[in-house]
């Protein structure tokens, strides 16, 4: 597989009027083209500013850790994309809209108010693809048509507030692939969706992949989503990576206590009569994180004072399957 992705040490604070807060906190992964990875944590786990440094898109009170590198292996060679942010924007478009899109939580936040849906899809092509206006008005009706979006040439004349949240959610979709990305950010692309168009969405996301060789990068809290769609998954929790590994590997072999945890939360059809056992406790606030293991207030499985004086390292549990626990280096060392 051709490698598509490094993110390397990635730390990032917040400047806020409260002090910093600790959103990413030397996060590192790799994507390769035609992979799928799932980027999975509770709320405020960080997920959606890592996807947003990607394109350099969180707000200019974000500071990046010294050593943070983000790497995407192009065609042409790789791009630096920590050094673009100074760059004009003419010079980030590589990596906004270019080689990179992405799918917003939120899709009103994708779509200008008062530029119809078809306009918005058109002129995006026209800036990122050497297509003429009608060959891109054919694909943007053709993407909206692949989403489940009846009657696709009058919603193209639309405008984003007269669609409901589902159909802008796949509008959305289909805009940001209809450019044919490298690297596609989906940030909880179907959790506005019924489960029908849930389906549909993630099996039209699998197909692009096999046509276009695309890497995703698939954030969402549903596990069970990440078990149908991904090929590999990152646990995060308050601003870590605290576990990784190929999805299969993971799902049955969970080896981190916060892993365990969020697995043990989700309903089995199969065993209904078992009480869902939630996480105990709350996720600290960022402004007091725990010094150690991140998870070391809620952790049941804590082995003694090194949980909280020291941030265990990542340690093998079998190939490419790691996890961040002195659960594993005391049993190692
Ligand atoms: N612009 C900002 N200024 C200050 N803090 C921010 C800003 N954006 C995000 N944060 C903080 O960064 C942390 C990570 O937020 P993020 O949005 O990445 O979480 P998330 O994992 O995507 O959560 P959710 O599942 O709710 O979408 C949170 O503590 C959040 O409050
Ligand atoms: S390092 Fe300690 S506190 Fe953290 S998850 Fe492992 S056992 Fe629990
Ligand atoms: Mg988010």
Redesign the pocket.
């Known amino acids: 597989m051709t490698r598509l992705l490094d993110v390397e040490n990635l730390t990032l604070q917040f400047k806020t009027d409260e002090g910093l807060i600790t959103a990413i906190d030397d996060v590192s992964f790799s994507l390769d083209a035609g992979e799928v990875m799932g980027l999975v944590g509770e709320s405020g786990s960080g997920k959606s500013v890592t996807a947003k440094s990607l394109m350099l898109l969180n707000p200019s009170n974000a500071v990046y850790g010294p050593d943070s590198k983000i790497t995407l292996h192009l065609d042409d060679g790789p791009v630096d994309v920590m050094a673009l942010a100074k760059a004009k924007s003419k010079d980030k478009r590589v990596i906004r809209g270019g080689a990179i899109s992405m799918i917003f939580q939120e899709p009103m936040a994708s779509f200008a108010p008062a530029i119809s849906i078809g306009n918005q899809m058109v002129e995006q092509l026209l800036i990122h693809t050497d297509m003429n206006a009608k060959q891109a008005t054919e694909l943007s009706i053709e993407m909206l048509d692949r989403v489940g979006i009846s009657d696709p040439s009058s919603r193209f004349k639309q405008y984003a507030f007269e669609l409901s949240g589902g159909m802008r959610q796949r509008a959305m979709i289909a805009m940001a692939l209809s450019t044919k990305p490298k690297l596609l950010i989906a940030d909880e692309p179907t959790t506005a969706l019924d489960v029908t168009i849930q389906a549909q969405v993630i099996d039209l996301m699998k197909d692009l992949v096999k046509e276009f060789g695309m890497g995703i990068v698939f954030i969402t809290h549903d596990l069970g989503v990440i078990a149908q769609t991904a090929d590999k998954v990152a646990v995060m929790y308050l601003s870590r990576v ?1 576990e990784r590994g190929p999805v299969r590997d993971v799902i049955r072999n969970p080896s ?3 892993t365990k945890g969020l697995l043990a939360a989700l309903p089995s059809l199969d065993d209904l009569d078992t009480p869902l056992q939630a996480i105990p406790g709350d996720i600290p606030s960022p402004l007091e994180r725990p010094t ?5 207030t ?7 004072d ?3 004086a020291e941030i ?1 390292d990542f340690i093998n549990i079998n190939a490419n399957h790691t ?7 005391e049993a190692t060392s």
Do not use: D, E, Q, W
């Open positions: 605290i981190h206590p916060y150690g293991c991140v998870f070391n809620r952790c049941s499985a804590k082995i003694g090194i949980c909280s265990p996890a961040a626990c002195h659960l594993y280096s």
